[in-house]
């Protein structure tokens, strides 16, 4: 299977740590993933088999496209790791030059690549060499906005034979703070003959198509608001908006405890787990809000999203604190009887912030 049957024209489940676990993947397959990513993992690691590290290799039989992010220095240890996923059933494994986190960046891992085309060309070349499948990679425009590095590094990826590029268009610096500059996607399509794959600000199927259309790129990737409303991938496929009330969500979390329940088992050791991995995906359920405008801003806080919580529900639904969140791992995940929790206290911490994950 070629990258350009893989992608082409279709909206794509970014690779996002925590984010896209197996039973996150598995929902957004129920609602229409059609590609999916799984979350990045340390190649050195993959390599000398670390058990926990190749727990991230692992697929589903539901998905129908599923690749595996790398992240590395040494071509040698990525050709390995790469051999090693296409053994675990990747279609795909793709090179992350976008992860822009501290721990990655000091090991001259992520986007500290931007900085070494060079290095991407040989990582490229020796994983070409040691699998069949198609290989790939995720960059940033690059390691500052003043200093785009993307096409260099991309022309370097496309001479050592990479079958596709995804290019997030913000530099390592700028992080998510500012929007993404869809102009640099048009232009790496205008320099490229692999599939280009934009990624960034994606909160609607609307954007999605509106993006595909405007930068001619293959595919459109979507990551933080695929968290927030999985059912996105059944709106970009029949382009129509889906609007879920209270209850149709809380079916949404309930098939999502169902999965990790699945994946983790229904043990002390599973529960906790699971609690921590909801913990997270609150975080990002909270976002959507019924009702929001086409021209919704890209915004962190509910509270610039549509029209305000009408129910109970709805309210605790919309919210991410430590109390709002405990209560609905005791509903859905313990099994006890639902009691919406109090008023958030005014200034009260977001749960994952204080969560401490396995």
């Known amino acids: 299977m070629t990258a350009e049957q893989i992608f082409r024209g279709r909206l794509i489940m970014a690779p996002m740590t925590r984010g896209t676990d197996l039973p996150f993947r ?44 790398l992240a590395g220095k040494n071509p040698e240890v990525m050709a390995e ?62 390691w500052s906005s003043d200093k785009p590095t993307f096409l260099k590094v991309a022309h370097a990826a496309q001479e050592a034979g990479v079958d596709a590029v995804t290019l997030h268009p913000r530099s390592r610096a700028q992080r998510y703070r500012r929007p993404a500059d869809w102009s640099a996607v048009r232009q790496l399509v205008e320099e490229l003959s692999v599939p280009v794959i934009g990624n960034g600000d994606v909160l609607t199927w609307r954007d999605a198509v509106d993006r595909m259309s405007e930068s001619k790129c293959a595919a459109v990737m979507v990551g933080r608001w695929a968290l927030a409303k999985p059912w996105i991938f059944r709106e970009f496929a029949e382009r129509r908006d889906l609007e879920m009330e209270p209850d149709a969500r809380v079916r949404v979390l309930t098939r999502y405890v169902e999965l990790c329940r699945e ?96």
């Open 263 to 358: 994946h983790f088992r229904d043990d002390d050791h599973g529960r906790a787990r699971t609690r921590r991995f909801m913990t997270f995906h609150q975080d990002f359920f909270r976002r959507y809000r019924r009702n929001a405008l086409p021209d919704a801003v890209n915004s962190d806080d509910p509270r610039d999203w549509g029209r305000a919580p009408e129910n109970e529900i709805e309210d605790w639904l919309c919210r991410a604190d430590p109390v709002a969140t405990e209560a609905l791992c005791r509903w859905l995940v313990d099994g006890e009887p639902a009691e919406p929790p109090p008023a958030a206290e005014p200034g009260a911490p977001r749960a994952v912030k204080l969560a401490a994950y396995g």
């Open 26 to 69: 598995r929902l957004a397959t129920e609602w229409g993933a059609e590609v999916c990513v799984g979350e990045m993992a340390y190649a050195h690691k993959v390599a000398k088999r670390d058990r926990a590290e190749s727990a991230l290799l692992r697929r589903h039989p539901s998905e129908r496209f599923f690749g595996v992010q």
């Open 81 to 142: 790791a790469a051999r090693i996923a296409e053994a675990s059933g990747a279609d795909f494994v793709d090179v992350n030059l976008g992860c822009p986190i501290e721990e990655a960046v000091r090991r001259g891992f992520g986007a500290a690549l931007l900085q070494r085309a060079a290095r991407v060309g040989a990582i490229v070349s020796a994983m070409k060499a040691a699998v069949r499948i198609p290989v790939t990679l995720k960059l940033r425009l690059g």
